[in-house]
């Protein structure tokens, strides 16, 4: 049966992101410290990740699956949306291509109607960089110059651009990665990209020990990060799976997520397998990222406290970033 009304939904490419702003990380860190406040106050709705895969991981990586992560988000945003996103990890060494892609799509609340569909593979590494940054904001220390990340890959790019938006004063960044070639590729980039200088390092403790931020994103499936190597003061972002020792954690002055039960749900981090043997409880936990933004517990309290904050990545930031990138171009829920 034919619709009585012609509808027509907007399709953004990646270049019609970028177009509308796609690599402004402020704008993308403004939007996801907005979602944290919604968070907080319970003015949001987000039903459990789905993760869909259909065959055993390969020799020494992770299993190749399929999220698909769907939101609403009250006022100011008022807009719900879903994120599928791809994560391929064997793509770029078998098939040479990128190891996620992802689409987004934003729903009017109102008619039930689409209102955009896009590409989602920038937003989701800007919004998960975005997330980083205001946590850093937070919790690392005001003069952080030194930073350091583990993992070469397009993750750790938005990562860094967040850094910087995060702490200004950065002057150095390590760099270090399983492939040398992926490392001075990203260190050639980066640098001319930010005006910073970029340091490769030879190894994982090498690139640790005394930066004052450190990032791991990677596919890793066994831990990076060892005990007693990150310096007094600094901050850990654990964006990604298995990357670091319990201990780790178990030695850290505060240990922080975004949504704790969705941690636990989604069963992917080092603090989730902790919490699953029964070596972290919900009462080791410092708090959820939203209770330091809206100042009910304190951030950073010590120059030597050593933070870890380890999220699982929220499908709210994806439609707070998309919809940013959808007023931009003009649109409205009128229109």
């Given at each position: 049966?034919?619709i009585?009304?012609?509808?027509?939904?907007?399709w953004?490419?990646?270049?019609?992101?970028?177009?509308?702003?796609?690599l402004?990380?402020a704008?993308?860190?403004q939007d996801?410290?907005?979602?944290?406040?919604?968070?907080?106050?319970?003015n949001y709705?987000?039903?459990?990740?789905?993760v869909l895969?259909w065959?055993?991981?390969?020799d020494?990586?992770?299993?190749s699956?399929i999220?698909?992560?769907?939101?609403y988000?009250?006022?100011?945003?008022?807009?719900?949306?879903l994120?599928?996103i791809?994560?391929?990890?064997?793509?770029p060494?078998?098939?040479k291509?990128?190891r996620?892609?992802?689409?987004i799509?934003?729903?009017?609340t109102?008619?039930g109607?689409p209102?955009?569909?896009?590409?989602?593979t920038?937003?989701s590494?800007?919004?998960?960089?975005?997330?980083?940054g205001?946590?850093?904001?937070y919790?690392?220390?005001d003069?952080v110059?030194?930073?350091t990340l583990?993992?070469?890959g397009v993750?750790?790019?938005t990562?860094?651009?967040a850094?910087q938006?995060?702490?200004?004063?950065i002057?150095l960044?390590?760099?270090?990665?399983?492939?040398?070639?992926?490392s001075?590729?990203?260190?050639?980039?980066?640098s001319?990209?930010?005006?910073?200088?970029?340091?490769?390092?030879?190894d994982?403790?090498?690139?640790?020990?005394?930066?004052?931020?450190?990032?791991?994103?990677?596919t890793?499936t066994?831990?990076?990060v060892r005990?007693?190597?990150l310096a007094?003061?600094?901050?850990?972002?654990?964006v990604?799976?298995?990357?670091c020792?319990?201990?780790?954690?178990?030695?850290?002055d505060?240990?922080?997520?975004d949504?704790?039960?969705?941690?636990?749900?989604?069963?992917?981090?080092?603090?989730?397998?902790?919490?699953?043997?029964?070596v972290?409880?919900?009462?080791?936990?410092?708090a959820?990222?939203?209770e330091?933004?809206t100042?009910?517990?304190p951030?950073?309290?010590d120059?030597?406290?050593?933070?870890v904050?380890?999220?699982?990545?929220?499908?709210?930031?994806?439609?707070?970033?998309?919809?940013?990138r959808w007023?931009?171009l003009g649109?409205?829920?009128?229109?």
């Amino acid at each position: 049966m034919p619709i009585s009304q012609k509808v027509e939904i907007l399709w953004l490419s990646q270049p019609d992101v970028i177009a509308a702003g796609g690599l402004d990380m402020a704008a993308a860190m403004q939007d996801v410290e907005q979602v944290y406040r919604l968070h907080a106050a319970g003015n949001y709705v987000l039903p459990r990740k789905v993760v869909l895969h259909w065959d055993p991981p390969g020799d020494g990586g992770r299993q190749s699956h399929i999220n698909l992560m769907p939101g609403y988000l009250g006022a100011p945003f008022d807009t719900a949306g879903l994120k599928a996103i791809a994560s391929f990890p064997r793509n770029p060494f078998t098939r040479k291509l990128p190891r996620a892609s992802a689409l987004i799509v934003l729903y009017d609340t109102e008619s039930g109607l689409p209102l955009a569909i896009m590409d989602g593979t920038l937003i989701s590494a800007m919004r998960t960089g975005a997330a980083t940054g205001v946590a850093t904001g937070y919790l690392a220390r005001d003069d952080v110059e030194h930073v350091t990340l583990i993992g070469a890959g397009v993750q750790n790019r938005t990562q860094l651009m967040a850094l910087q938006v995060a702490r200004p004063g950065i002057q150095l960044a390590t760099i270090y990665d399983l492939r040398r070639d992926r490392s001075e590729a990203f260190a050639v980039e980066m640098s001319q990209r930010l005006s910073l200088e970029v340091r490769i390092a030879a190894d994982a403790e090498e690139a640790i020990r005394g930066a004052g931020v450190v990032v791991t994103a990677t596919t890793t499936t066994a831990p990076i990060v060892r005990d007693g190597w990150l310096a007094p003061g600094s901050f850990y972002a654990h964006v990604s799976g298995y990357e670091c020792e319990y201990d780790v954690i178990h030695h850290a002055d505060k240990v922080l997520v975004d949504d704790w039960e969705a941690v636990k749900h989604r069963m992917a981090s080092t603090i989730a397998f902790m919490w699953r043997d029964g070596v972290f409880a919900e009462a080791d936990l410092y708090a959820e990222l939203d209770e330091v933004v809206t100042g009910r517990k304190p951030g950073r309290e010590d120059e030597r406290e050593v933070i870890v904050f380890s999220p699982i990545g929220l499908g709210l930031y994806d439609i707070a970033v998309a919809l940013r990138r959808w007023t931009d171009l003009g649109c409205d829920a009128e229109e």
